[in-house]
């Protein structure tokens, strides 16, 4: 199937509004923009943002908006049926819905016969004047409507006739789009094949449907995907799968099934790789970690770790690989650890740019050096930089670019107090010259790491860019008390790149002192290696 003759679905993202549901996620006006520019350079067709009126964060994002359009997609704006016993031309709720200025709105309105009379409190036939008055208002104010049938699916199994009279209510004052919810998200891939193929046969034929998907029973990507199947057009969800409870189905899992597996066109192909750059983006604006084990987008979606499938992958990459990862913007991970074999360690050599032998000797003894290490509690799978300089110290070729002599630090505990003040003296040898530094912290590792800095910032003043941006603790036997040994791991980055280093010891300040100074080291030696590239394609 050729991509101009693939069947065309329409992609309606809801993480703006439905994704902010998610407990701990907040976002400010600023943030929703940033992802709505970004979503929109991924080519979302439909990007819902929010409720105008429900609060005034909302209502300014629209604002923006009109001011500053997006480029492609239809910005969305969203809310309820009017109110029982009004009208909506009366209704206080609709003109700040008409002044978000968009050209679609999405109106949600009750399928369920239960939630009709226990949640509005009104009649079934109060409902369906709710459903209609409201589309008809909006249409005659000239917008066009998604028409989302809430608590959908459950509301079908226990009263089919009354949920169908909703939908053709909503068809008959002219939503364009009917969008069949999954609200509680029970329901089942099967289930929703057969009530969506009895929506197909009881509703006109030019009507489209689209499926919305809850994933309290993980399984909202099937569900949607089963939705698909049966014949919707438009599907709904958030990236990386955010939303109240459970969250919704996962755009990011979604998109590339939907067009890499089953052949529809969702967005253009061209910007399919960029999904793996848009999840991380959300994900770093929402300030939530990234999902690493997440389908498509995920860091060790394409990770290796098992020495047969390394050999087996560098051979064809699809005896363990179900697609390219360069499809969705990922890439290939060869991961470094004790189940490691000789084909992992020349795997990972070539991503640092190095060329094994495996007849090598010293390839043998990088390998039996990584299991001894492992077997001592160090994580080189989490900590690639520091199994790089690793390897490179047994070739000869690492880069000294200091040396420590010695440190101390020293803390002042006083009762009562919520932080510590820790002083940490480091002498440090750079081009044969000692170096004696003291700097405080709030802490012992940020005491130690500002003396350092302090100490070499006048040789490397590139170390400035250097930011230390997550510090991890592991006690690996905890059941020798406080004799148990520490693993510490410390990710620093530059501004644009990001590295972990590793350090272990009985002691959990040497165990620090060893990821915090390889991290600093690991910094130069990229910052050394630019430089040189630089020079050589000038």
Not at 38 to 43: A, F, K, N, T, Y
Not at 182 to 191: A, F, K, M, R, W
Not at 208 to 221: E, F, K, P, R, Y
Not at 245 to 271: F, H, T, V, W
């Amino acid at each position: 199937m050729t991509a101009n003759s693939s069947p065309q679905l329409w992609i309606y993202d809801t993480t703006l509004r439905d994704g902010t549901q998610r407990e701990g996620l907040s976002v400010s006006i600023e943030d929703k923009l940033r992802i709505a520019r970004r979503l929109d350079q991924l080519g979302i067709p439909f990007i819902e943002g929010g409720w105008p009126g429900a609060n005034p964060k909302d209502v300014q994002f629209f604002w923006h908006l009109q001011e500053e359009p997006l480029t492609q997609a239809e910005i969305v704006a969203f809310c309820y049926t009017r109110r029982p016993q009004k009208t909506a031309a009366d209704d206080p709720m609709l003109p700040a819905i008409l002044a978000a200025g968009t050209r679609w709105v999405t109106i949600v309105g009750k399928s369920w016969d239960l939630h009709v009379t226990e949640g509005l409190r009104t009649t079934l036939a109060e409902n369906l004047a709710m459903i209609q008055d409201t589309i008809e208002y909006l249409r005659s104010q000239g917008r066009r409507i998604i028409y989302d049938a809430e608590h959908w699916f459950d509301g079908y199994k226990r009263n089919p006739d009354y949920a169908l009279q909703t939908l053709h209510t909503a068809i008959s004052a002219g939503a364009e789009w009917i969008v069949l919810c999954d609200t509680n998200g029970g329901v089942l891939p099967h289930e929703i094949t057969q009530i969506v193929t009895d929506v197909v046969n009881s509703t006109p034929s030019d009507i489209q449907l689209g499926i919305h998907t809850h994933n309290d029973s993980d399984t909202a990507v099937a569900n949607a995907l089963a939705g698909v199947m049966a014949g919707v057009k438009m599907v709904q969800g958030t990236i990386n799968g955010y939303g109240e409870r459970c969250g919704n189905a996962n755009l990011c899992s979604l998109i590339p099934n939907l067009q890499l597996k089953l052949g529809y066109k969702c967005i253009e192909d061209n910007r399919l790789s960029q999904l793996t750059e848009t999840s991380r983006f959300v994900s770093e604006v929402v300030n939530l970690a990234p999902d690493e084990h997440a389908p498509f987008v995920g860091r060790s979606a394409f990770a290796h770790k098992g020495g047969l499938h390394v050999s087996a992958v560098e051979r064809n990459p699809l005896t363990y690989e179900h697609m390219q990862p360069e499809q969705v913007g990922n890439r290939r991970r060869i991961v470094i650890s004790e189940q490691s074999g000789m084909s992992n360690v020349l795997a990972k050599a070539r991503t640092f740019g190095i060329e094994l032998d495996k007849n090598n000797p010293t390839t043998g003894q990088i390998l039996q050096r990584l299991k001894v290490l492992e077997s001592e509690g160090f994580q080189f799978e989490a900590a690639e930089a520091s199994f790089e300089l690793l390897m490179r110290e047994a070739l000869g070729s690492r880069q000294l670019f200091f040396e420590i002599k010695g440190f101390q630090v020293h803390c002042d505990l006083v009762e009562g107090k919520e932080t510590s003040n820790a002083l940490a003296t480091v002498k440090v040898a750079v081009n044969g010259k000692d170096i004696l530094e003291a700097a405080e912290g709030n802490g012992p590792v940020a005491a130690l790491d500002a003396a350092l800095r302090k100490a070499l910032i006048n040789f490397y003043p590139q170390m400035a860019q250097f930011e230390l941006t997550d510090y991890k603790v592991r006690i690996l036997n905890g059941h020798t008390g406080t004799r148990a040994k520490t693993r510490v791991l410390v990710e620093s980055g530059n501004g644009h790149q990001r590295w972990t280093t590793v350090g272990v010891s009985t002691n959990i300040l040497e165990a620090s002192y060893q990821a915090v100074v390889e991290g600093l080291e690991y910094g130069l030696l990229l910052h050394s290696q630019a430089e040189a590239a630089l020079s050589t394609s000038s």
